[in-house]
């Protein structure tokens, strides 16, 4: 009898309840738990899942789905913010399911490993890439030679050596969305055109030095898929029934010939679905050829990692991207029809309010389609909270208070400004950018031609400006 895994997703609605766009929270089937699920599936496991974002008190749902499956394993992969809500989860599941062995994965544990054993009682957490080492230590006889784990041992935990990345991203299996009732997913119409939406990851690594950001799961070397690699995967999941495909790569156009392949091998199938890089693009790697084969291969919006409106702070934070190639990057797309989408932060620690102002200001003059800033979070295993940390900013907040959507006054200090001046200006953000004659004018003559003027107005009254 194959053995049971049971994949638990834990809730978002603690991250996003009480912040300014929670009307815009994503919501679709999580990509690495579909990579998981795949690689245990290929060694044997008859794999299900739990969404706890289905339910308003989820609880009781996952006594039914413990009773209709017992599992002989559960998996529970989480970021920083989802802390809180893990730590429920598995002090509930050690009740219901006692010797039952739980393992964390994600990038919370990968980085403090050793801390998240401490403080959740999980039985192993796997560390890094772990798209074949859930089904690894259900066959080991020794745990200790299973690459890329901790786990508890007689005088605490134990960590084995790293495990080396994947070196050939086409080696891994599809992911397995055939476990997810696409039915159930709706992502909100400020992020997708079409549902149900499906998460496609082409490469991983990104070798920038961004100082907010950490690479301890995927790392700083660019590994990518085949373009006819790519292409199958797009093509299993329009066949799964996903109508709209969002980028998951930490930098896609890191690979310009790559890109353009993919981009001409869509064209050439004659397959015509909506496609969005999501999780962002750096405007050094986009030129307008790129673009426009973006946009012929059905890319309908660009979303760009600008974080600040000031070149000192964008030289001080590692970015290394210039205001003039935004802007440069910003226009060809409105000429080639593409949406902008720019993502910014506030509160960097080397931030003054003169750089506050120069940020707002840029977001408005850029005359975006779409905008969202993020309190700055230092988290665990980025240069940001070394720093801070070596500096004695850090004020020991909760793991949950480690979220991009509220005040972090209780995770650290700014050295140079209070947090009433960021918040003040984390709002006047939204009100400038969006609250505008010129925003109005363009976001009606959208609804209007796509039909989402009700939808907007929705959308706009559920956010806290």
Known sequence: MRKKLLIVIPSSRG???????????????????AAVAAGARDSGFEVQTF???????????????????????????????????????????KKRIPG???IGGGPHPTVLPAATLKEIPFDFLVVGEGDRTLSEIYAAGDFSRVLGIA???????????????VLNLDDLPFPAWEIFELSRYRTSHLLARENPCGWLETSRGCPGTCSYCTKKVLGTKFRAKSPPRVLDEIRKMLDRGFREIHLADDNFAHDRERALEICAQIIRSGWRFPWAPVTGLR???????????MQRAGCYRVYLGIESGSPRILEKIGKGIRIEKVEEVVSDCRELGLEVFGFFMIGLPEEEEEDLISTLSFARRLRLDFAKVSYTIPLPGTSLYQRLEAEGLLRGGGWGDYNFYRVPRSVYRHPHLGWEVVEKYFHRFYRKVYLNPGFFGRRLLFGLKHRTLLSDLKAFFGISW
Do not use: M
């Open 100 to 102: 039952v062995p739980i």
């Open 15 to 33: 991250i996003y309840r009480r912040t300014a766009i929670r009307s815009g929270a994503p919501f679709s089937p999580p990509l690495g738990v």
């Open 51 to 93: 969404d706890a974002n289905h339910y308003r008190s989820p609880g009781r749902f996952l006594d039914r789905k413990l009773k209709d499956f017992p599992p002989d394993g559960v998996g529970i992969s989480f970021t920083t913010p989802h802390f809180p809500e893990v730590l429920r989860v598995v002090n509930l599941l």
């Open 151 to 165: 786990y508890r041992g007689g005088n605490g935990p134990r960590l084995t050596p790293p495990r080396p990345p």
């Open 283 to 293: 405007v050094d790697t986009l030129d307008r050829e790129l673009l426009r084969q």
